[in-house]
């Protein structure tokens, strides 16, 4: 228990003490709360500064900045893209056409090869041995065979002369004909054991580039081996494979029964290096209907060897070339209750809205059929805060506002304040 002190430990005395502790700690959180109360009012209740005067592109009253460029006449590419993978035009797995002992591999990992160039050797040694054979063989049944027509010639001699049986004749001239038999199938046993031979020396079935190695010197070969000795790819030249839906087939199938040549161009994955040039060669037979897009092949050089075999590109082909036309920046084509419009630049630094209609596009620009003439200035970056009459301003001579937009090409210029 707590002792007063007055000396007062009675229960009585300790109750009669808080109040006056409370009061102490009560008063300070009175003044806060009155001191946050006056500051929240007086924030509430105070009078606005005057703003400044906005200009520019979010003032109320001012000119907007833009940045416009100026219609061109020129051609105007009409090109489609897709997606392609390099395929060669031939890929062979070289496998030994007959059994026997690796001795010699006579190629590099990588190289370039012809077709005819050795390859790889297997022993030669058992196939020389069944040749040889063979070859006794024949010379054996060849004497044989020249014994028994020299017979057939005394025997029809003396069948003349009725000095033998018909029957005796007629079995000689029977033997004759068994060992013609047995010299064509002895002929025929030598050329397959000299065609085994030329087995052995194992050559290189087409031109390309040597992938890696499959086997090594010293194992056995066999015909039913699942990798062979070498893989050859043909490099020179290789083709790329590429779909297009098939709404741009009419486009394609027309060019090329009117006979014209369509270029190819392939791009890496990002689309930002050139890998090769070439030419469109044939369109497959049928379009696919689960994705709706069908297949053409294209061949490339390829004498830089930047195409490779299953190497995923992106490809562009030129179907037609638009001549003579005026285009413009795809950014300054608007949309909205005029239809497609642009917003033309007046010489008095107003805009006007004007409709336009438009042909075909290529990359960031886009021909117009109808509405504007080469020459004519429109806005291509902040259209979005302008309406038709709007003031504008313009970035200082020598800011590439006038540009003639490349073909087939249009970069956007930057915004530019006042």
Known sequence: MNMDPTGDKSPLGVYAR??????????????ALLAVAAGTAWFMLRPEAPQPAQRGRFGAGGPTPVVATKAARGNIPIALNGLGTVAPLATVTVRTQIAGQLIEIAYKEGQEVKTGDFLAQIDPRPYQRQLDQYQGQLQRDGALLAEARINLERYRTLVRQDSIARQQLDTQE??????????????????????NLTYCHIVAPISGRVGLRQVDPGNYAQTNDTN??????????ISVIFTLPEDNLPAVMKRLAAGASLPVTAFDRSHSTRLGQGMLTTVDNQIDTSTGTVKLRAVFDNADNLLFPNQFVNVRLLVDTLTDQV???????????????????????????????LGPGSGDSVSVSDGLDAG????????????????????????????????????HQKKQQP
């Open 228 to 237: 062979g000795i070498v893989v050859i790819t043909q490099m020179h030249p």
């Open 376 to 411: 004519d200035q429109v806005v291509v970056d902040g259209a979005d805060k302008l309406k038709d009459g709007a003031q504008i301003t313009l970035p200082a001579e020598g800011g590439g506002t006038d540009r003639k937009p490349a073909e087939g090409e249009h970069r």
């Open 18 to 31: 808080r109040p006056s502790r409370w009061r102490r700690r009560l008063v300070p959180l009175l003044f």
């Open 174 to 195: 029977s033997l004759v004909k068994q060992y013609e038999g047995v010299v064509e199938t002895d002929k025929a046993m030598v050329d397959t054991a000299k065609l």
């Open 327 to 357: 285009s413009i920046p795809a950014a300054a084509v608007q949309r909205g209750a005029p239809g497609t419009f642009v917003y033309l630049v007046k010489p008095d630094n107003t805009v006007a809205v004007k409709p336009v209609t």
